[in-house]
């Protein structure tokens, strides 16, 4: 070509090919196709001016428009194979250079770059300490966020929008905004001229971590970084698992990655589950996720984690067997120590549980060996939120009738429903300020949706109850003694109310809330006692004047079991302490919610594909360590959680080989 010889082997042309029309044909198309590579023009005509160096040349070209005049041409010496390839993209082909000639762009002097009468102060950015802005600025020296946020926009306020870089903080801060809206972070882009990471990159900073099916190392190994980040104590990498179902929307999703398709949305369990289908269906069938079965763990020091979850139509007790102490190995090769389980009253859960029993867990005093270390134990904790729901639904169906489902009774007194709708008409009719003002019609007339409230179900067992019933047995003088068991039962309840929302640690084996516990549990144990010898009473009578057997069950569960792993902890750890109020299933409640609303709006019933690509989203918008927010120096130590690749140097885009 212009008598120069080139070699197309480089480009990935055979030496030799089949001499079929078609072979011939292709040749030359992709021969016509082919351009030399000019390299990098200079703005000189001579190449004096140039920087001396060894890896390229310069090369004179005459001018196609102009035969009296030339162009200078810089050229790499070694790496440049002085063709294009024919599916070169349409910007190297209007201007034909090759990738090596264009980074030789560096070696230019001054004379030749187009910011040539700039100053060299004024081309490299200017990179601000934090410590001199907060000098000048003492009103900010505490708020490290704001800090970074002034420090970006000076040193990417004269470079290319290619060259900006971005703190650790301002990325931590844009992903906030982002995962709350993209709409108002794109507002803020655009009305406030700061200058922000786009939200591609955003997005790529958010998914760096795929949320796939089961637990994933990534998601273990940024659970970890994000624990010695906060600066997590020694006792706070022990905690437990919280274990909850989310009902979900059957959806089929085609997902594209790496040039490979595949299937979003079936059962994805384990492989052990996968045999045991086709053990028990005869046959291999794939069925679509309606649940999803998610795992957070919880610290005792408030650190909290989502780490795993699994789609699945529903749970078995062998399968959540498999992924339980599946999930407590790879948590203790990161360091993180399960002392217990906190799940809800489910009838798989409770099967799950009685798998590690050899006899009813309540003889065992919910404690069973740890699978891993024989010497450890693991306590098994039934969510005691979800039991305050249990107690008042049976309190809801007791009232004196012949066809009444329940006829709660305790020492020869009734416990009926009607007790509760009774003195809150006399709170509503009689007193002109309220003594329980949190009392509503919705807490009396209660559908399908009110009954799976929480904070309904307390607040006709907690402490303003009792007051309430206490002054209402006072108004009907002799007839007031019919309200003495409903009494005795909410003063437990409150009781148990008050201890488990309580944010002041547990230290030690002799704290009083322990000894209140105990006492709680004696109350229904004799309960139980007094049923099971009252005389000339039907069994089937019994059963009604009881709650039933699995809401006893997880009361039990809730009050020994905490016990038990509270003072085992102890023994373990000098130092350390458990929080009441931590141990339920309000964190894992939390992250459901935040699925159904925060992220696709008023959304009740996300699809798989929705939930898996949210879960990052969440973690990036709350904090990962539960704290109260009158002690926390949110602006020293950012409590959200930060990027991966913050931590390991990942690249967002990983070069294609």
Request: charged share 25%; aromatic share 8%; proline share 4%.
């Amino acid at each position: 070509m212009g008598s120069t010889e080139f070699d197309v082997t480089q480009l990935g042309c055979p030496v030799q090919i089949p001499l079929t029309r078609a072979n011939v044909l292709a040749f030359i198309h992709t021969v016509c196709n082919i351009l030399p590579c000019h390299g990098t023009p200079l703005n000189d005509k001579s190449s004096g001016n140039v920087s001396p160096n060894t890896s390229y040349t310069v090369e004179i070209w005459a001018n196609s428009t102009d035969e009296n005049s030339t162009n200078n041409y810089v050229r790499s010496k070694k790496n440049c194979i002085r063709l294009l390839a024919a599916k070169c993209s349409s910007n190297f082909r209007a201007a034909p250079r090759c990738h090596t000639c264009l980074n030789l762009s560096k070696y230019l002097t001054k004379a030749h770059s187009p910011t040539s009468n700039i100053t060299k102060e004024a081309v490299q950015p200017r990179k601000p300490d934090i410590d001199s802005l907060s000098l000048k600025h003492p009103e900010l020296a505490d708020n490290i966020k704001l800090l970074s946020l002034l420090q970006s926009q000076i040193s990417n306020s004269s470079v290319a929008i290619t060259q900006r870089r971005y703190d650790t903080q301002v990325i931590s801060l844009c992903l906030q905004i982002m995962t709350r809206s993209r709409h108002a972070y794109q507002d803020l882009k655009e009305a406030s001229g700061l200058i922000l990471p786009s939200i591609r990159l955003l997005t790529m900073y958010k998914n760096i971590v795929e949320q796939d099916p089961g637990i994933q190392e990534k998601a273990l190994l940024w659970m970890k970084c994000e624990a010695d980040r906060l600066d997590i104590p020694d006792f706070g990498h022990g905690g437990g698992i919280i274990l909850d179902e989310m009902a979900i929307q059957k959806d089929l999703i085609f997902e594209k990655k790496g040039g490979f398709q595949k299937l979003i949305g079936f059962v994805n369990i384990s492989p052990e589950h996968v045999a045991t289908d086709i053990l028990m269906k005869g046959k291999s069938q794939q069925t679509l996720a309606e649940h999803v079965q998610q795992l957070i763990f919880l610290g005792d020091s408030g650190f909290r984690w989502p780490f795993a979850h699994y789609p699945c139509s529903h749970m078995d007790a062998y399968d959540t067997y498999t992924i339980f102490w599946e999930a407590v190995c790879k948590l203790q090769r990161y360091g993180f120590w399960v002392h217990y389980c906190c799940m809800d009253g489910g009838s798989q859960n409770r099967s799950f549980m009685k798998m590690h029993f050899l006899q009813n867990p309540r003889i065992e005093r919910f404690l069973s060996t740890h699978i891993l270390d024989p010497m450890r134990t693991l306590a098994w904790i039934m969510d005691i939120k979800h039991g305050f729901k249990k107690i008042r639904n049976g309190v809801l169906v007791s009232y004196n009738g012949v066809q009444s489902i329940k006829k709660l009774a305790l020492d020869d007194k009734l416990i009926l429903w009607s007790h509760w709708k009774a003195a809150y008409n006399w709170d509503v009719n009689e007193n002109p300020m309220r003594m329980h003002y949190k009392l509503k019609d919705e807490h009396f007339e209660l559908d399908g949706p009110l009954k799976m409230r929480n904070q309904l179900a307390e607040d006709v067992l907690d402490v303003n109850m009792l007051h309430l019933m206490q002054a209402y047995k006072s108004s009907l003088g002799s007839r007031g003694k019919d309200l003495d068991s409903t009494i005795q039962l909410i003063s437990n309840t409150s009781t148990l109310i008050k201890i488990f929302s309580d944010t002041r640690p547990i230290k030690t084996s002799a704290d009083r809330r322990l000894q209140e516990l105990v006492t709680v549990a004696n109350f229904f144990i004799h309960r139980e006692k007094w049923v099971e010898t009252s005389k000339n009473t039907l069994p089937a009578d019994k059963r009604r004047m009881l709650l039933s057997e699995e809401c006893r069950d997880d009361i039990m569960s809730s009050i020994i079991g905490f016990k038990q792993m509270v003072e085992n902890r102890l023994k373990q750890s000098k130092h350390g302490y458990i929080i009441p109020g931590n141990v339920n299933s309000d964190v894992v409640e939390n992250l459901f919610c935040q699925h159904r609303t925060k992220v696709n709006g008023a959304n009740s019933n996300p699809t798989y594909a929705q939930y898996r690509k949210d879960t990052n989203t969440i973690i990036l918008g709350q904090t990962s360590k539960r704290t109260s927010r009158s002690n926390a120096n949110t602006n020293s130590l950012p409590l959200k959680a930060l990027p991966l690749n913050t931590y390991t140097g990942e690249p967002l885009r990983k070069k294609k080989c």
